[in-house]
C-alpha cells in the first residue's frame, strides 16, 4: 500500500507557472506507475499526464501536451507535475495516483490509490 500527499497548487493569472509535487509513502515507490488527473466543477475526473515506474516514459493529454511536464525522483519518493502557460480552463482539483503496475496508463480504473487532491485556480 502507498499513501499519497499532494501539494504546490494555488491561485496564478493565465500565462502563469505552477509545479504540483506528490509525495508517496509506504510500499517501495519503484513498483507503480503514477498518474495526474484533474478534476473542474461538475465535470468527471480526467487523465491529465502518467509515466513508468524508471520515469522514462510518459503520456499527457492532447489539452496539456506542450504545456504541462510530467516527471518523477524516485530517490525522494516524489512525482511532479510541472505546469506552464496555465489557462483558466486549466482549473480544477488535482490527483495523483498510483498503480500496481511498472507502466503508465490514461484510465482512471486502473489506479489503486489516490491522493487528497491540489485546487489548482488560473485567472484571466
Known amino acids: 500500500q502507498v499513501q499519497l500527499v499532494e501539494s504546490g497548487g494555488g491561485l496564478v493569472q493565465a500565462g502563469g507557472s505552477l509545479r504540483l509535487s506528490c509525495a508517496a509513502s509506504?510500499?517501495?515507490?519503484?513498483?507503480?506507475?503514477m498518474g495526474w488527473f484533474r478534476q473542474a466543477p461538475g465535470k468527471e475526473r480526467e487523465f491529465v499526464a502518467a509515466?513508468?515506474?524508471?520515469?522514462?516514459?510518459?503520456a499527457s493529454a492532447d489539452s496539456v501536451k506542450g504545456r504541462f511536464t510530467i516527471s518523477r525522483d524516485n530517490a525522494k519518493n516524489t512525482l511532479y507535475l510541472q505546469m506552464n502557460s496555465l489557462k483558466p480552463e486549466d482549473t480544477a482539483v488535482y490527483y495523483c495516483?498510483?498503480?500496481?503496475?511498472?507502466?503508465?496508463?490514461?484510465?482512471?480504473?486502473?489506479?489503486?490509490?489516490w491522493g487528497q487532491g491540489t485546487q489548482v485556480t488560473v485567472s484571466s
Open positions: 509506504g510500499r517501495t515507490f519503484t513498483s507503480y506507475g
Open positions: 495516483a498510483a498503480r500496481s503496475r511498472l507502466g503508465w496508463s490514461t484510465r482512471l480504473s486502473e489506479y489503486d490509490y
Open positions: 509515466i513508468n515506474w524508471s520515469g522514462d516514459r510518459s
